[in-house]
């Protein structure tokens, strides 16, 4: 399928060339060839970007003063846009990532109750008042922060710009929006939406660009209010500092190496398949993947071989043309960098029990085997560095105290999962676990209403829940003296 679909920047409601005239063109990781060419946006576009978010979100704008029940409308008419656009951005996302058509659905499916989900906050956004001293009256409200910028990744490129999008717009906030510059096209839909929801002019815009130019200029964009960053740990930082320049607020959403921790009297099967998601999902370009399980030596040979047989049978495809279940990584950049931690983690000794290489029959597409690595130490690399890719290392303990050791020998604290029928231990192990999420007998799993987010090299501030609806307003103490 070729792609048809929005290809300038939108800026102040305009589709626009960039300034520059350069251009990104991406490829189609299954196919190797080239899929789209949309406008290449510079710090100059990105300014003109900021000010017309700016004058959207000015006091007097439209979009300032709505009221809450008309702003919950067009958040709703942004969901109906997206939901009659699924099957074309299904598709374009399919092509752009390299993902399966069933797990592009899934991004937009979310996206859809994402926009819903905040739709019905638009008037639900409360203060407090507070008891102090004689005759005063003091209370609290919460004001939209004004222009938030969103610079996205490429694994799940509609899904993780909508998810903090949403709360940004519910809450009365303009929005620029920047991709990956890896997969640009699905978030130029938000713009499509914004226009056929009506959207006040400014209030969203789309810049794809490069991470260095159009993403930096945005990050230290002197009239940006909030930052949120959904990417790696080291550019997460450089954002941090760059957002200090505004004294901008910032949300990072960042790497994750989680464990999946498996007690003896955990339903084996019922574990072996939440891992099998939580590792081979998106060819395994998850940052909440459960990249590590920690298992109970009494069942790690049984849980090595259920794993080995299921990474063995899983059927690879470009998923546009197969009924392929796990498709290419997102480029061959992404494709070496995996296979090179292959190479180390046997190296280091680790033990290949499937793949650990690229597979045979696939010629064309950036193809790497779900690959399962059993004796594993948890200083050895691979377990300790994030591989972004369908690699599972699978580490051996003795007891409960050392599953929960090696489990919180992290960097990171994103996700981790716990296998147990025993419902004491899993409250206690969820209790003791130093991440931001924590699943028991689940793969990763989330809702709108969810907090998303972690601890650690993992970041800070969560997306989803009602902890988004805080972090894109502003606490406004108002004291009136009653005498
Ligand atoms: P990157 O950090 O390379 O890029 C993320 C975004 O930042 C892209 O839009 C990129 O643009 C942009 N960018 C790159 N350099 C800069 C810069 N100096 N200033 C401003 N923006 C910049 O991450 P990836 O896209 O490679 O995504 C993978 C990473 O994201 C993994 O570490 C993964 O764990 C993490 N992630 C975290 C999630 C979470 O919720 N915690 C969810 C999903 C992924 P460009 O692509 O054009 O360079």
Redesign the pocket.
């Known amino acids: 399928m070729e792609y048809s679909g929005p290809t300038d920047l939108y800026i102040g409601g305009e589709w626009r060339e960039a300034n520059s005239g350069e251009t990104i063109t991406t490829e189609d990781p299954a196919t190797e060839s080239a899929y789209a060419t949309v406008q290449k946006a510079d710090a100059t576009d990105v300014d003109a970007a900021v000010q017309a978010a700016t004058e959207a979100a000015d006091r007097d704008s439209e979009w300032r003063a709505m009221d809450p029940d008309v702003r919950r409308e067009k958040i709703h008419a942004m969901a109906d846009a997206i939901e009659e656009l699924k099957d074309e951005i299904t598709m374009v996302e399919a092509h752009d990532n390299g993902k399966t058509p069933f797990e592009a659905g899934m991004e937009i499916d979310m996206v859809i109750d994402t926009f819903r989900h905040y739709a019905g906050w638009t008037d639900k956004i409360q203060g407090s008042e507070i008891p102090v001293s004689d005759s005063r009256l003091n209370y609290t409200t919460r004001d939209p922060v004004g222009v938030t910028a969103h610079?996205?990744?490429?694994?799940?490129p509609f899904q993780?710009a909508g998810r903090s999008v949403a709360p940004a717009l519910a809450t009365g906030n303009s929005v620029v929006l920047?991709?990956?510059?890896?997969?640009?096209l699905s978030a130029l839909y938000y713009a499509k939406a914004a226009e056929e929801a009506g959207l006040p002019d400014g209030v969203v815009n789309v810049v794809?660009?490069?991470?260095?130019e159009?993403?930096?200029a945005?990050?230290s964009h002197e009239d940006v209010d909030h930052v949120t960053?959904?990417?790696?740990?080291?550019?997460?930082k450089?954002?941090q500092q760059?957002a200090a320049e505004a004294v901008a607020d910032v949300t990072?959403?960042?790497?994750?190496k989680g464990p999946a921790v498996v007690y003896p009297d955990a339903d084996l099967d019922a574990a072996a398949r939440g891992i099998q998601y939580g590792i081979f999902m998106n060819a395994g370009?998850?940052?909440?993947a459960n990249s590590r399980v920690v298992v109970h030596e009494d069942v790690a040979d049984e849980l090595v071989e259920k794993m080995a047989d299921i990474a063995e049978n899983i059927p690879l495809g470009g998923g546009i043309d197969d009924d392929g279940q796990m498709g290419p990584v997102v480029s061959e950049g992404?494709q070496q960098e995996i296979l090179d931690y292959i190479e180390t983690g046997k190296e280091e000794g680790a033990t290949v029990a499937a793949g650990g290489g690229v597979p045979e029959e696939k010629d064309t597409g950036h193809f790497v085997e779900p690959t399962v690595f059993a004796d594993v130490d948890n200083d050895m690399t691979i377990a300790q560095e994030?591989i972004?890719g369908p690699v599972l290392s699978i580490i051996e303990v003795g007891d409960e105290a050392e599953a929960l050791t090696v489990a919180n020998d992290s960097p990171f604290g994103?996700t981790a999962c716990v296998w147990t029928n025993d419902l004491s231990r899993a409250h206690t192990v969820a209790d003791r676990l130093d991440y931001g999420m924590v699943m028991v007998n689940e793969t990763p799993n989330t809702w709108p209403q969810t907090p998303?987010?972690?601890t650690k090299q993992?970041?800070h501030g969560r997306?989803q829940g009602e902890e988004a609806v805080e972090s894109y307003t502003e606490v406004k103490n108002v004291h009136v003296n009653l005498e």
């Open positions: 610079i996205s990744p490429w694994n799940y993780l920047k991709p990956s510059s890896v997969t640009p794809p660009g490069s991470g260095s159009a993403g930096s945005l990050a960053f959904t990417g790696s740990t080291g550019v997460g450089a954002i760059d990072l959403e960042l790497g994750g370009q998850m940052c909440w992404q994030e972004f994103l998303f987010g972690g993992s970041g997306a």
